[in-house]
């Protein structure tokens, strides 16, 4: 059987019915290669608009929602042409805001949000995505069915905000849920960033979490590749809005990619490249236009490659005479922190 390809498509380039279409070619071209495996983000500023709205009570709660609306039906009608497709998807999109409406005005009147209420609020970015994604390879002639993560075969704990995989579990049915479709000639579109419970309750896996997403199951299906599509053409050598004349890193490997993540480069989630350390798993990130990209593979080659800056640090330097030879000073000012909630 030919190793399939996971394309993951970033919010940033998922702004418009434009962004939707061009990443639909991506995918329809890699079809003619391979198998692929679709996982998308919400689309650009929902998931940050949605913080906004379950945060701030004073916001235009009505206004909001209708905005969004919108955004997500313009996309649609940007990007479908058929017309049994479009008005399939127009009803399902909308059945969705009913429901996201629904939920957030109970949150408004009690003044309730647990953090299982934010995790349901925060996947309807990635589910509207995923719905509009399925709609346009449709409309290209694509048999694509849209998953959330959960339908997908990922299961986690109950940690909501930030759930780990029940790994033995999820990569047991990863397998058997999208190899099967795969092999019914169905081209899966995996919502990034949501999982699922034993119980069935949403979660989501942090910031981020889509391109986890997109790593766990290239992992778990031993892909021949992962493309991270989004808006710069791989990872550069610094932050061009901090430092001049940057260029695209041509290629990395596994062990810095992690260290990368973890240090908040390219806002990757930190543990994207995780389940990919010991896979031979192809991972390439570049832009929808490819400009250039950045290849990632287990071969580590010695010199630096990127400069990356984690904001809001503060060093604290601890000194005195009476430390020298102290067994247990450092599990002092470890436990000093601890009680005053620093990480």
């Known amino acids: 059987m030919v190793k399939p390809i996971v394309m993951k498509f970033g919010g940033s380039i998922l702004a418009n019915g434009y962004g939707y279409v061009k990443s639909t070619e991506k995918v329809v071209k890699g079809i003619k290669r391979a198998p692929v495996i679709v996982v998308v983000s919400a689309m650009k500023g929902v998931t ?10 004073e916001a235009s709660l009505e206004e909001t929602i209708g905005e969004l ?27 969705l805001f009913n429901e996201l409406a629904k939920i957030l005005w109970a949150i408004r009147f009690t003044n309730t949000l647990t953090p299982k209420l934010r995790d349901y609020v925060l996947s309807f970015g990635e589910r509207l995505s995923a719905k509009i ?16 993560g959960g339908e997908a075969g990922i299961i986690t704990n109950n940690k909501f905000g930030e759930a780990s995989p029940i790994m033995e579990l999820t990569a ?3 397998k058997e849920r999208i190899s099967r479709l795969i092999e019914n000639g169905v081209t899966p579109v995996v919502t990034g960033f949501i999982g699922e419970t034993l119980e069935g309750e949403i979660t989501t896996l942090g910031r981020g979490g889509s391109d986890y997403t997109a790593g766990l199951i290239a992992s778990i299906l031993d892909a021949s590749e992962l493309h991270f599509y989004t808006d710069v053409p791989g990872i550069m050598t610094g932050d061009p809005r901090l430092i001049p004349n940057t260029k695209t890193v041509p290629k990395i490997c596994f062990v810095e990619a992690l260290e990368l993540a973890r240090a908040g480069g390219k806002k990757f989630h930190p543990r994207t490249f995780e389940p990919l350390v010991n896979s031979n798993v192809k991972t390439i990130i570049t832009d929808l236009e490819e400009r250039a990209c950045t290849v990632i593979d287990r071969e580590c080659v010695e ?11 503060t060093l604290i330097d601890v000194e005195g005479g009476y430390m020298a030879g102290r067994i247990g000073t450092l599990a002092i000012v470890a436990d000093a922190a601890r009680e005053a909630g620093v990480n």
């Open 303 to 313: 010199g630096p490659k990127t400069v990356s800056l984690i904001r809001g640090l």
């Open 172 to 174: 047991k049915l990863v």
């Open 48 to 57: 940050d608009t949605l913080l906004q709205i379950i945060g701030e009570r």
């Open 69 to 95: 609306h919108l955004k997500h039906m313009r996309a649609l009608e940007e990007a479908v042409k058929d017309k049994t497709i479009f008005e399939e998807t127009f009803r399902e999109i909308s059945l």
């Open 133 to 148: 994604m399925e709609a346009v390879l449709k409309d290209k002639g694509v048999n694509a069915r849209m998953l959330t």
